[in-house]
Structure formats: C-alpha cells, structure tokens
C-alpha cells in the first residue's frame, strides 16, 4: 500500500516556464510533508518543506503548495532552469518523534533550454 | 547545511561476503540515523532507524540478521550485509537527524551521497 504516490514518473518543461510537480498522499496521520531532489548516484538533498497548518510555504523559486482535504500537495518552481532537471520526491511525516519519512517514487523533471 | 558522509561509494564483492557502509555526520551529532534502500526507479525504502547507544528498529520485512546497523557514536552509524547475494545489489542510503542541525524546528534529515553496492 503505497501511502505517498506521485503518479507522473516524468515531466518535461521549457526553461523559463513553470514547472509543477504533484504529490498525494492517503495517511491522514501525516502532518509534514517534503520536498527532496536527487541526481544520479546521489543522495537526496532537502528542498523545501510545509506543515500541515499551513496551506503554502515559499522559498525562492520553490513554492509548495498543501490541500488537506484533498490529501495532495504540490511544488512550483518558477522560473524553470535546466540545472533544475532531477527527480523530484516527496515525502511524508507523523507525528510521534519517530521522524520517519516516507517517500513517493519521484518524478524526473527535465527542464530543456 | 548539515553533511553527511558515506563509505565507501562504490563497493563490488563476491556472493557470501560481508560489506561494512560507513554514514558519517561531519559537522553534527546525529541522534537518529536512517538507513534506505533505493532499487533502479523505485522510491527510497527506509530499511531501520536508529539511535545512538540503542538497537535499530528495523522496517517490515527487513532482515535483522542480514543486516547488521550499529550505532556506535552521534556521528557514525554502519550498515553490515551479510553474506551478500545478488539480490542485494542495490543503492543504499543513509540519513542523519538532529533538532540542531537544520533551520526549522523540525528534525530534518540530511542524506548521505549512497553507496552502490553490486554483488557478484
């Protein structure tokens, strides 16, 4: 049972455009939600993130977007640039201390000049 | 930011033999340290989690005796396969925690680079 899914494995946009990248989740007990970008042969590197009792948070060029009652949330990256071609994860949290995260497959974005 | 440091990077071996995979926290201590599983276009898997001084609590369907997590310190964890097999051949990640190490309140997990361990 996959609890985050991030249903489009792929998503190619011009650079300069918006790029928006989608998440959801079906844990209702998830209360923090991230964002992750890796490259080949790498680990992940923090984003950008958002707790449940916000609806948006904003950090440059990343926005993510957060719609509980639907169980979905979402990243903007505007302006698009072509070092920003990577996969993209999202991932979730509860509470409870464990900090355990868990990830949705990623989506790979390639931003073209 | 926080980094986190894994070895080695690339590790090659014969089927039955064992591969230790260092994490290492530079620049912080870590009080909890996570370590994934990533297969070729899969999503991570976290395989156990673990605290300094106490045993890793180990995911579903994760072998404990196959692999072995130490946590010896606040800034290293190791992650032992045993008697690999092929099917072990994978991309192991680990992530390191602290209240303190990131800008929000929340304990943020920094990741290592991985390991690509193959498995003749």
């Known amino acids: 049972d996959q609890q985050v899914k991030q249903n489009s494995p792929s998503l190619s946009v011009q650079e300069g455009r918006i790029s928006i990248l989608n998440c959801d989740y079906t844990?209702?007990?998830?209360?923090?939600f991230l964002w992750y970008k890796k490259y080949p042969a790498e680990g992940p590197t923090f984003l950008i993130s958002i707790s449940s009792i916000k609806d948006k948070n904003e950090d440059g060029r990343f926005t993510v977007f957060l719609n509980k009652s639907a169980k979905h949330l979402s990243l903007h990256i505007v302006p698009s640039q072509p070092g920003d071609s990577a996969v993209y994860f999202c991932a979730a949290s509860s509470q409870g201390g464990s900090e355990k995260l868990v990830f949705g497959k990623g989506t790979k974005l390639t931003v073209n000049p | 930011g926080a980094v986190v440091s894994q070895h080695p990077s690339r590790v090659i071996c014969k089927s039955g033999t064992s591969v230790k995979i260092e994490c290492r926290s530079l620049?912080?201590?870590?009080?909890?340290m996570f370590w994934y599983r990533q297969f070729p276009k899969k999503s991570l898997m976290l395989m156990a989690t673990?605290?300094?001084?106490?045993?890793?609590?180990?995911e579903q369907g994760v072998e404990k005796d196959k692999f072995l997590i130490n946590h010896a310190s606040l800034t290293l964890s190791t992650l032992t396969v045993t008697s690999a097999h092929p099917e072990d051949s994978s991309f192991y990640i680990c992530?390191?925690?602290?209240?303190?190490?990131?800008?929000?309140?929340?304990?943020?997990?920094?990741f290592g680079p991985g390991t690509r361990l193959t498995v003749l």
């Open positions: 992530s390191a925690s602290s209240r303190f190490a990131g800008p929000s309140s929340y304990n943020e997990q920094f």
């Open positions: 620049d912080f201590q870590a009080t909890t």
């Open positions: 673990s605290n300094e001084g106490s045993k890793a609590t180990y």
């Open positions: 844990n209702s007990m998830f209360d923090y």
